[in-house]
């Protein structure tokens, strides 16, 4: 099977509280918040800390039930690990074929094509349809 996915971008970690989860990343890791990111249509807020590939995404949503939900009672927990793509085509025909299924960023709706966010063409993998790992699929919009 040929290789198709691409660069290690970033790993999610999903939180209740992102302004504490931030501060503990800061001061125990040692983490500078590189930038931040609101997609409103999801009720999402994010930061992204570190440079470069390998930044640790934080990030919460608007909706207390959704985020309940997801957390299972937790205060934060390991969300999805994020690949940069140079075929997302070839990588959703591979997963599909595989049974995966895709979903919006706050999982609350199942979707079949990429969203295009900001300069990117994105998608997420419904963990149950993928080993139990959440996967965020991202590839670079040509300009």
């Known amino acids: 099977m040929p290789r198709v996915f691409g660069e290690f971008d970033h790993v999610g970690w999903f939180v209740r509280d992102l302004d504490a989860a931030s501060a503990w990343a800061h001061e125990a890791l040692g983490l500078e918040v590189v930038r931040s990111v609101a997609l409103e249509q999801y009720g999402i807020e994010a930061r992204f ?31 999805h690990v994020c690949f940069r793509l140079r075929d997302l085509d070839a990588v959703l025909a591979q ?21 295009e966010i900001g300069t990117n063409r994105q998608i997420w ?3 149950q349809s993928t080993g139990g790992l959440a996967l965020q699929l991202n590839e670079p919009l040509a300009h």
Do not use: K, Q
């Not at 997963?95 to 969203?115: M, Q, V, Y």
């Open 49 to 79: 800390l570190g440079p470069g590939t390998g930044t640790l995404e934080i990030f919460t949503v608007a909706d207390e039930e959704l985020r309940e939900r997801r957390l299972e009672g937790a205060p934060r927990r390991l969300d």
């Open 95 to 115: 997963l599909r074929a595989s049974g995966a299924r895709f979903c919006t960023p706050d999982r609350a709706t199942e979707i079949d094509e990429p969203l």
């Open 125 to 127: 993998t419904v963990p």
